[in-house]
């Protein structure tokens, strides 16, 4: 098990969502194979390591790697990913290799409609499937996690608990050394500690996802079409939501400020405290594109000091591009904002808040 504090970046939309990375410049899009090979490289994983960080998380879509309903492993992809790995590994950084979209199962859908992979025992074998592939090819190397599913949405959470039993003893019999990496229901929520149960085993990072309140991280979205997302709202700030407002996010109304951050994040240092485990942030971020700029940075520079001063990890959300990038590249929506206009395209702000930790 991991005894530093991890602190790290994101590389979402590689292997991941590459269909959103193609929505942002479709003319400039240079197909799956070149995008592979130069949408992050040598030079990023050195960036990365330069910058102060000491791992990156690195999203993976199943239906890349695997083929037809007999999930034939696809080599370009396996070998593209092997590369990554081998490049992030001669950096000095740690890689948490996530399963981001698994058979049955797309965190996104799950915003407003159940997943099948709940409910289909044929999914979880589908998945079980893929893991053998991933558990048995990269179990062996001591610089990479395993992350056995990205932000489950469960409607029951006693399912989801029941489920990561299931997928980790799978895991471990193929990569008996590696470290699991293993996530809470609704979207990897904090709250959701309160409904998980540990696995027995002495190799576990426990993950949450923070983006609370959503109302306020993810305003103006484009990606989320509901109405109580679409204002502009400032942080500190009370925020209400319409009586009629229907979706399976969290609705996050009241008051938010460094106080109630806190609070939401109680449930997981319970867990920690409790079972004397490991717990680490996976995901966080404020969409780009929706607060105001000294609203966006006042939620990250409070959010950051309390993962310090609790001595958590994090991983942030994103490297580069999908609305929340240290660095953006080809993203007509926010080409213009001010944070971008430099030879980099990054968020140099951003980046400073990121490296320090919140120390």
């Known amino acids: 098990m991991l005894q530093e504090r991890l602190k790290g970046l994101n590389l979402g939309g590689w292997f991941s969502q590459i269909d959103a990375i193609e929505e942002k410049d479709p003319q400039k899009f240079p197909g799956i194979e070149q995008h592979l090979a130069n949408f992050i490289g040598v030079e990023d994983f050195k960036r990365i390591k330069a910058w102060g960080f000491n791992h990156v998380r690195l999203p993976i879509d199943y239906f890349h790697f695997f083929s037809g309903a007999e999930l034939k492993p696809v080599e370009s992809f396996f070998s593209a990913l092997d590369v990554a790995l081998n490049n992030a590994e001669a950096a000095g950084l740690w890689v948490i290799l996530d399963l981001h979209k698994c058979p049955g199962h797309d965190f996104h859908k799950g915003t407003y409609e159940e997943q099948s992979f709940f409910t289909d025992a044929v999914h979880r074998k589908d998945a079980c499937k893929v893991w053998s592939v991933l558990a048995e090819r990269y179990g062996a190397r001591p610089s990479v996690m395993l992350e056995i599913l990205n932000e489950p949405t469960a409607t029951d959470s006693a399912v989801w608990d029941k489920v990561k039993d299931e997928l980790f003893t799978h895991i471990r019999k193929a990569a008996p050394k590696s470290t699991v990496v293993v996530g809470s229901n609704k979207w990897n929520s904090a709250r959701e500690f309160a409904n998980l149960t540990p696995i027995d085993d002495d190799n576990i ?20 079409h509901k109405r109580a997302f679409d204002n502009h709202l400032q942080y500190p700030g009370t925020y209400e939501l319409p009586p009629d407002l229907v979706t399976r996010l969290p609705g996050d109304r009241g008051t938010w400020n460094h106080k109630r951050l806190e609070q939401e994040l ?3 240092l319970t867990f920690r405290a409790k079972y004397k485990v490991p717990v680490a942030c996976g995901e966080f971020g404020v969409y780009v594109g929706g607060p105001d700029r000294t609203s966006q940075l006042n939620w990250m520079t409070d959010f950051l000091q309390i993962l310090a001063g609790a001595g958590i990890g994090y991983s942030y959300w994103n490297y580069k591009n999908l609305d929340f990038g240290v660095i953006s590249v080809g993203e007509s929506l926010h080409e213009k904002l001010p944070q971008y206009q430099n030879p980099d395209h990054c968020d140099t702000e951003l980046l400073r808040l990121l490296a320090q930790g919140g120390c």
């Not at 993950?207 to 309140?213: A, K, Q, R």
């Open 205 to 224: 990072l426990y993950s949450f996802h923070f983006y609370n309140p959503v109302i306020f991280t993810h305003q103006m979205a484009p990606w989320i």
């Open 266 to 268: 109680e449930a997981a």
